[in-house]
């Protein structure tokens, strides 16, 4: 079982930046896919980002790619996720997932989730 747990979470303006954390705990001795997803209020859970165990392979969602950074600290166990320039629509509730089987974008072949952590950007 591995725990994931995010944080970094709030409430900001639009064009400013957050950077979301998550910390892994467990079996994490595994190799895992780290991916971000994110659910706004009455809309399905969407892919965000998602970085390999060693980093090399990097994917992100069109709606953010550019604005938004993934990245990986394997010492820590802890995955980030820098959000720049963000914008109302960015609102939702983050939640850190991973995939010990594959690299992707889909869902169901995440395994473990955290609780997710909100994020609220105002116009």
């Known amino acids: 079982q591995v725990q994931l747990v995010e944080s970094g979470g709030g409430l900001v303006q639009a064009g400013s930046s957050l950077r979301l954390s998550c910390a892994a705990s467990?079996?994490?001795?595994?190799?895992?896919?780290m991916g971000w997803f994110r659910q706004a209020p009455g809309k399905e859970r969407d892919f965000v980002a998602a970085?390999?165990?060693?980093?090399?392979?990097?994917d992100y969602a069109d709606s953010v790619k550019g604005r938004f950074t993934i990245s990986s600290d394997n010492a820590k166990n802890t995955v980030y996720l820098q959000m720049n320039s963000l914008k109302p629509e960015d609102t939702a509730v983050y939640y850190c997932?991973?995939?010990?089987?594959?690299?992707?974008?889909?869902?169901?072949?995440?395994?473990?989730w955290g609780q997710g952590t909100q994020v609220t950007v105002s116009s």
């Open positions: 467990g079996r994490t001795s595994g190799t895992y896919t």
């Open positions: 997932a991973a995939d010990p089987r594959s690299f992707g974008r889909r869902i169901d072949v995440y395994d473990y």
């Open positions: 970085i390999s165990w060693i980093g090399n392979i990097i």
